[in-house]
């Protein structure tokens, strides 16, 4: 396995990153995370609340583990910031070039096997998502994204399909008949019903985790507000994707979701996640 095609003045400054072969190093990752990630949904995850009362499991431990042990030999010289590490106080100083890796995204779906929940990597440059791989184990779906946006199937371990046996993917025009909206499986809230009332919404459907982003990019869905707290790990990924496939994802005032925002503690706002945005009458604010 080669590491990242790499040229720096001074990395934490002036990153010049092949966002594609990135995104293969990401997805990779994903794949050997994926072993250990199966083999704890097979057995007691040994479930536990963190300080913040979400919910954290061996999963989530053992796929962060193999992820940075792969990062560090891989992509080395770019600052990670991962979820269970950052729980425990673990942020480094970032610069414009950073890596976002949420080992379960999805943990509360992981609990409840239902089998929506993602493995996320993301590069940020300059606070944008520009390579990106999420994962789905328990389905074998794999959607990735550097300058294009790709998905493909493939087993937990197995080897990443050659570029000619991935899907190239993108998002769809905004249908006649209505928008196809997704709202979180796990955090609904009036906020939301509230946005989704104003636009002209033909089919409701649930999912968990960020494959929400990558249903969009598919064009098999139209837009996803969320108005609960998220992390930047949270979405990171699957922004790259949905990004790379013609979509945004935009923040309350109408503009692209910003990353590194170290100062929140990398909290996001609120957002919307939209397929064809130019068609969207809403496209310049959430609210309002």
């Known amino acids: 396995m080669a590491q990242a095609d790499l040229a720096t003045d001074n990395l934490a400054t002036c990153p010049i990153i092949d966002c594609d072969a990135i995104a293969e190093i990401f997805a990779e990752l994903t794949l050997e995370a994926a072993v250990a ?4 949904y097979a057995t007691d995850p040994h479930a536990r609340r963190k300080a913040d009362r979400s919910f954290v499991c061996d999963a989530d431990e053992r796929a962060e583990a193999i992820i940075l042990a792969g990062l560090a030999v891989r992509v080395p ?21 950073f890596i976002l890796v949420d080992p379960v995204d999805g943990t509360r779906e992981f609990l409840h096997r239902n089998g929506e929940f993602t493995i996320n990597i993301a ?11 999420v994962y789905a184990p328990a389905i074998s779906q794999m959607w990735m994204a550097g300058t294009r946006a790709y998905a493909c199937t493939v087993e937990p371990g197995a080897a990443l399909p050659p570029v000619s046996e991935r899907r190239i993917i993108a998002v769809r025009a905004n249908p006649q008949q209505g928008l196809t909206a997704l709202a979180s499986r796990s955090h609904a809230d009036a906020e939301t019903e509230v946005f989704l009332a104003r636009l002209p919404i033909a089919e409701r459907r649930c ?31 699957g922004d790259a994707v949905l990004r790379a496939a013609g979509g945004a994802v935009l923040d309350e005032v109408g503009t692209a979701l910003l990353y590194g925002k170290a100062q929140n503690q990398y909290r996001n706002g609120p957002f919307v ?16």
Do not use: H, N
């Open 273 to 288: 996640a939209w397929g064809d945005l130019d068609a969207v009458p809403q496209r310049r604010a959430m609210r309002g």
């Open 207 to 237: 999912a968990g985790s960020s494959l929400k982003f990558c249903t969009i990019a598919e064009g098999e869905a139209d837009v996803y507000p969320r108005f609960g707290p998220t992390m930047e790990w949270d979405t990171a990924a």
């Open 77 to 97: 010289g770019i600052p990670v910031i991962a979820e269970e590490a950052a729980s425990r106080g673990e942020k480094p100083r970032c610069g414009r070039a």
């Open 123 to 133: 590069l940020i440059l300059d606070g944008v998502p520009r390579a990106g791989a």
């Open 37 to 40: 990630v199966m083999g704890v």
